[in-house]
């Protein structure tokens, strides 16, 4: 039917550098977490970049892309290397890009949103801003924990109750990879009914601390080299010395399976 908004009720795979991405765009995603919340089922949004991607190929992390349940692709490079290998990733779907559309999609049905992370007062303005910007969208808490938050059993609780006590639709989770995800594995079982989005630095964009690049610098994969201008002090190791040789061998790694394949065809 002409119109109709596509659905990820079964999302095809695809697997780069041994990490399975749903093939799916921005939109099916909002989608899928509307109707997921309509059904009353929670779930776990895992965004990975770049430097996310390099990282899950330690053992140690390779399980938290098998506990989430839609993986997107939050990185270009991803997605130059499914193209690579013959089997597309339809866009790339950024963290950024969806702690914007999903409270949006939310305020329209009413429902409501709870941001934790960020640093000290950037939770706070972002919510006031989400408030802002969307009339109907309920900002129901937020809460910036102090650094080793996670070694605290105290801490983890009275979040716990406070989670539980405002009952959100949508958690945006932003404290960085992989603590972020650990989190989030700790939160679901208390609110099995919520989905929940580690996002990383999307706080910082929704408080305006930090803006995005360009749409055309994101759309050609040069999302990174902004940001390296704004922040670089906080973002030249992570960019120059761990990302960009990491994408590299990602790239000879996925034209190998290309020619693998062929010659096997």
């Known amino acids: 039917m ?22 799916v765009t921005e939109q099916q995603v909002v989608t899928h977490v509307l109707t ?41 490079p991803i997605v130059w290397a499914s193209r690579l290998q013959g089997r597309p990733l339809p866009e790339r779907v950024t963290g950024a890009a969806l702690a914007r559309s999903l409270p949006a999609a939310l305020a329209r049905e009413g429902r409501s949103v709870y941001l934790l992370g960020g640093e000290e007062g950037v939770a706070e ?42 009952q959100p639709d949508l958690v945006l989770v932003g404290l960085g990879f992989p603590k972020q995800e650990r989190l989030i594995g700790v939160l679901r079982g208390a609110l099995p009914h919520a989905w929940f989005i580690g996002c990383g630095g999307a706080l910082t964009f929704l408080a305006g601390r930090v803006s995005r690049a360009p749409e055309h610098m994101q759309r050609s994969g040069l999302e990174w080299v902004h940001r390296l201008a704004m922040e670089p002090r906080r973002m030249a190791r992570r960019y120059l010395v761990d990302d960009l040789p990491y994408a590299a061998g990602l790239f000879a790694r996925a034209a190998w399976r290309t020619d693998a394949a062929e010659r096997a065809a």
């Open 125 to 166: 303005v972002a919510a006031d801003n989400l408030d802002r910007e969307h009339d109907d969208l309920r900002v129901v808490g937020w809460h910036c924990p102090p650094r080793g938050f996670e070694r605290d059993e105290r801490q983890l609780a009275a979040m716990v109750e406070d989670l539980q006590r405002s």
């Open 36 to 76: 997921s919340l309509r059904q009353r089922r929670g779930g776990m949004l895992l965004t990975p970049n770049v430097d996310i991607l390099r990282q899950l190929r330690r053992p140690a992390l390779q399980g938290i892309a098998e506990e989430a349940d839609l993986v997107v692709a939050d990185g270009m």
């Open 2 to 23: 002409a119109g109709k908004t596509p659905t990820v009720d079964a999302p095809a795979r695809v697997v780069v550098d041994g990490i399975s991405f749903d093939a």
